[in-house]
Each structure stands twice: as C-alpha cells, then as structure tokens.
C-alpha cells in the first residue's frame, strides 16, 4: 500500500520541470519599467509630468533615499496613473516595436533560455516589468508563463488602477505557491532579496551579483550560488549535469545541457 510520502513523491516525479526567473537586472539591465515609461513618453503615449516623476523616483532610489520595495510599489502605482486614458490597442502595437528593438538584454539570456529549452524546462517570468512586455518575450523567447504589472482595463483604455504587482515579495511568494502545485521547480534565479520566493522554491539557486544597486540583500537562502553575468552560463551547465537531467527532467529527451561551443554556435536570440 503506497503511503502518503510514497504518493506525493510519485505525483512531483509526473510534474513538469520548471524555471522560475525574475526578469529585472536578472536577464535584462536596468529598469524595464522606466525604459518602457520613457518610450512610451517619446510616443505620446504617456503623461509626461507623470514620467517626469517616474525617472525622479527611480533616480531616489538609485541614490539610496528610497528602499527597493517602496519603489518597487511606486513606481507601479505611477505607471498605472501615466498610462491611464490611454489606448490599449496603441500601447500593444508599441510594445512589440520596443521588445524588437531593445538592446538591454543581458549577452547570456538568449542562450541561458535555450539551454533551459532544451532541457525541456517549462519557463516562467515573474517581474514588475508592466504585462504588455512580458508578453512579448514570452512570445519571443518561447516562454510557458510571465507575470507582471497588470493595470485594469475598461472599454479598450487602460485605467489608473494597478491589479497586480509581481516586483512585491508577497505577490511573488502567491505565485510561486500556485506554481509549485503545476510544476517541480529545478532553477530560480533572482537578484533582489525581493526574489527570495523563486530561489527557495528551487533545486538550483542562482542569484546574480548586483554591481551597482544600493540597498540590495542577498537572500538568506541555503546553497544560494552567487554569480556575475560572465559566469551564468558555465554555472548552469555545471549545475545541470550535476543534478542529471534525464533523471531530474523526465525520459522523453535526453538531450544535454549546450555546452559554451554550442552556444555560440545557436542562432536563437532576439528577432
């Protein structure tokens, strides 16, 4: 007779393997939201003394006078206030054009993701980067789910209402417990202590060196390994072997990690 600890171990090894990732100064350099913001100003397409706030508070932050997660809240709740009015339909056809032509995202994501692929992990975002962008990596990166920003929408304009923010700990925290129950979660990566949730709920645990943040804590976390952006790709290769992929990620693809001569070798990337 199969006992309760006997069940639960048969029903994670019949669950998918998963990634969980923060995207922010995890995959991405810088701000996404700001970026984002100032496109959107450049477009018409945002209140410009809202954006104008928008920068002011992140450079509050950058200089130490706000903590990470109050920003994080505000500058949800000013994006939702700049974008209020506007069509979601123009703000949609904007989002694409920026996700082309962004030149923010780290050298290794493209290939960090396609090992991951290939390892046929399910991939999941979990940012405050506003939905729409998310949106468009999922679709561009071959991504499974993204969470971020969402403002509510009311007769195809946005309103001054932030639904969800995902850049908060305990937003993260709801989501990764709703993951955890679809997927076996082998690798978090973060570099926030805000990212606490996606790295404990992991097998493999990565937090990227901040270079320039203030205020950042490295998360408590046991065996959390602590790497810089020139070093992503070797650690994840390495950590994959080690935990064996056919055995941690199911029999039906056996195929292995790219090793760093591969990688270069790959096309995939950004369009």
């Known amino acids: ?14 669950k998918e393997a998963a990634a969980v990732l923060d995207w922010d100064g995890t995959l991405r ?17 945002f209140d410009r003394e809202t954006a104008v706030r928008q920068r002011e508070l992140v450079s509050n932050y950058l200089a130490g006078k706000i903590p990470y ?30 996700a082309r032509i962004d ?10 993701l396609k090992i991951l692929l290939n390892n046929n992990f399910r991939i999941v975002l979990i940012s405050n980067t506003p939905q729409v962008m998310l949106d468009e990596y999922r679709k561009q990166f071959g991504l499974t789910e993204v969470y971020g920003l969402q403002v509510e929408q ?8 932030v639904i969800m923010n995902p850049g908060l700990s305990e937003v993260k925290r709801r989501i990764v417990t709703e993951l955890v129950n679809k997927y076996k ?3 978090g990566m973060g570099d926030t202590h805000e990212d606490a949730p996606l790295l404990e709920a992991a097998k493999i645990r990565l937090f990227l060196k901040p270079e320039s943040k203030p205020n950042i804590r490295i998360p408590e976390v046991p065996e959390l390994r602590v790497v810089d952006e020139r070093f992503v790709i070797e650690t994840v290769e390495t950590a ?3 935990i064996g992929a056919g055995s941690e990620m199911g029999e039906t693809d056996q195929r292995k990690p790219l090793t760093n001569e591969a990688m270069q070798r790959t096309s995939y990337g950004r369009r």
């Not at 009311?154 to 209402?161: D, E, F, I, Q």
């Open 1 to 14: 007779m199969m006992n309760n600890t006997d069940s639960e171990n048969k029903i994670s090894e019949l």
């Open 240 to 242: 994959l072997a080690k």
């Open 103 to 112: 030149k923010a995202i780290f050298g290794f994501t493209p290939a960090f």
């Open 69 to 98: 997660a109050q920003a994080v809240f505000d500058v949800g709740v000013i994006y939702a206030e700049g974008i209020a009015g506007q069509k979601i339909e123009d703000t949609l056809a904007l989002a694409a054009q920026f």
């Open 185 to 187: 979660i082998i690798l």
């Open 154 to 161: 009311r007769a195809g304009l946005w309103a001054n209402r």
């Open 29 to 45: 350099k810088g701000y996404e939201i700001l970026d984002w913001t100032n496109f959107l100003d450049e477009s018409g397409k």
